[in-house]
């Protein structure tokens, strides 16, 4: 099984601060990778899939690189509505595998 | 629109049980597989498996092998998960969502249900 190790696992950051977010996969996914965001009591949201390829009505400070084995989501100016807990998603092959998740705080 | 929506809430005994339903809408059914994504109070994700609604083909990850059986009913364009053997660590919300079936598209979990939660008391 491909192991997803997200850090950090959490984070407190100011509005307008750059966020960054990392996932290493156990062995190469191609570019089989999606990023989540989840808000208390809410459904996961899918904000990047394809590695980089950001989710219609996503807002454009969120962006997603990487390949291979290292991901990253980043915020590039963080908002008081960001704050969330965000996964990533390795779908290149079976079974599937989630990121542990970062839990994002606003200061 | 473009929907999944899931059974009701469930309580269920240790030992039982539970076949949670996810009844798409809004889209052609057997273009999309559709995955099982669970995650217990307070915890991260953890899928599930999934099943193909065209042939009814499923792939399961082996911790749920023997427990988990997913089935499709064409007709009503719905998608049954059932976990048997519960306790108390099944305490979760359960989670569908849809992929395009289609070999490199690359296009994962866009639409999810609500959620429906099931709790096995201890």
């Known amino acids: 099984d491909i192991q997803m190790t997200q850090s950090p696992s959490a984070m407190s950051a100011s509005v307008g601060d750059r966020v960054t977010i990392t996932c290493r996969a156990s062995q190469g996914v191609n570019n089989y990778l999606a990023w989540f965001q989840q808000k208390p009591g809410e459904v996961p949201k899918r904000l990047i899939y394809?590695?980089?390829s950001l989710q219609s009505g996503v807002p454009s400070r969120f962006r997603g690189s990487g390949s291979g084995t290292e991901f990253t989501l980043t915020i590039s100016s963080l908002q008081p509505e960001d704050s969330a807990t965000y996964y990533c998603l390795q779908h290149n092959s079976y079974p599937w595998t989630f990121g542990q998740g970062t839990k994002v705080e606003i200061k | 629109q473009v929907q999944l929506v899931q059974s009701g809430a469930e309580v269920k005994k240790p030992g039982a049980s539970v076949k949670v339903s996810c009844k798409a809408s809004g889209y052609s059914f057997t273009n999309y597989l559709i995955h099982w994504v669970r995650q217990a109070p307070g915890q991260g994700l953890e899928w599930m498996g999934v099943?193909?609604?065209?042939?009814?083909?499923?792939w399961y990850p082996q911790r749920f092998q023997g427990r988990v059986t997913m089935t499709r009913d064409t007709s009503t364009s719905t998608v049954y998960m059932e976990l048997t053997s519960l306790r108390s660590e099944d305490t979760a919300t359960y989670y569908c969502?849809?992929?395009?079936?289609?070999?490199?598209?690359?296009?994962?979990?866009?639409?999810w249900g609500l959620g429906t939660m099931v709790t096995v008391p201890s």
């Open positions: 394809a590695a980089s």
């Open positions: 969502a849809r992929e395009v079936e289609a070999p490199t598209a690359n296009d994962a979990l866009d639409i």
């Open positions: 099943i193909n609604p065209s042939g009814g083909s499923t």
